[in-house]
């Protein structure tokens, strides 16, 4: 029997019936850490590149079938999607398990994580979890209370929040678990991020929180849905200004005037203004004028900070049409 030609890459398997030795040569599956071990991501947010991400929603069940073609139509748009981790409170797939399932097909993820719904040890679990299937990009929530959602009689936990996840995360980095034990079979490399909301009426509270996250070690921000652009500008050049780190604004594809209304209404702290509401309803085709309006954000979006992430709930589709519309190209390769 021919000898392998590459002995490294092969897997000698061989057993022994009569006088005979039957071999076979398997290639060894690639380990996760050596298919992403920096993120492109991150490359990206620490070039000072205008970022992109969009956000996708897990199945809710076995079959990752819809999200997984969702997000390929955002290869080559997007530095990153997001993954929901039970927004709303509403029951969907593991954020870990489909970020890998994403990142199987090329399609970088960043693993969103609450504290709702894990104790400190199931949060470092995952965490670790996470690292060793090759995922690298966190953003760390505290998690949409339980009323929100689907299950009424669910517990909820928060030994955490989301500072002092992002705290917990910088630990892990350092190769230390949350009682300050080392972590024996080697740290972590996460790339944390933190929610910000520059719409938020306490504006002390804004400056507050927001400072608290940049120290706990928060390396990028993606913010909640932003419709008062006055008011991003007052953020970045009050609050956000000199942090050296990137801002994502939050942008919203509209997809009628009873869509918007029912944000508004459902969504706490969303203030959508009645004149944009008043534009969708005059439409003739409310979800093109959405579409048309969330490429006038992303273009103001631009001229205020480091990059957009784009929410299209059962649109995401059009999420290229929206950067297109907004004159961002195509990711270079």
Known sequence: MTKPANRKNSVKISCQRGSHRYRSQLKPPLSPLDVMTISRFRQAAEAKEFLITAEVTPPKGGNPERMLSVAAKLRGRVHGVNVTDGSRAVLRMSSIAACVLLQQRGIESICQMTCRDRNLIGLQADLMGAYALGLRNVLALTGDPLKAGDHAKARPVYDLE????????????????????????????????????????????????????????????????????????????????????????????FKSAKNATFIKRVVPGVNIPDALIDRLARAEDPLKEGVAIAAEQVKLAKELCQGVHLMAIKKEELIPEILDQAGIAPLEN
Do not use: H, Y
């Open 162 to 253: 989301s500072v002092r996840l992002l705290s917990l995360i910088r630990s892990l980095n350092q190769g230390l678990d949350f009682n300050q034990a080392p972590l024996v079979d080697g740290k972590l490399d996460l790339f944390p991020g933190a929610a910000v909301d520059p719409q938020s009426k306490s504006w002390s509270g804004l400056q507050s929180r927001f400072e608290r996250k940049l120290t706990a070690g928060a390396q990028f921000f993606q913010s909640q849905l932003i419709t008062d652009f006055d008011r991003l500008d007052k953020f970045m050049t009050q609050v956000a200004v000199g942090c050296g780190k990137p801002i994502l604004a939050g942008i919203f594809l």
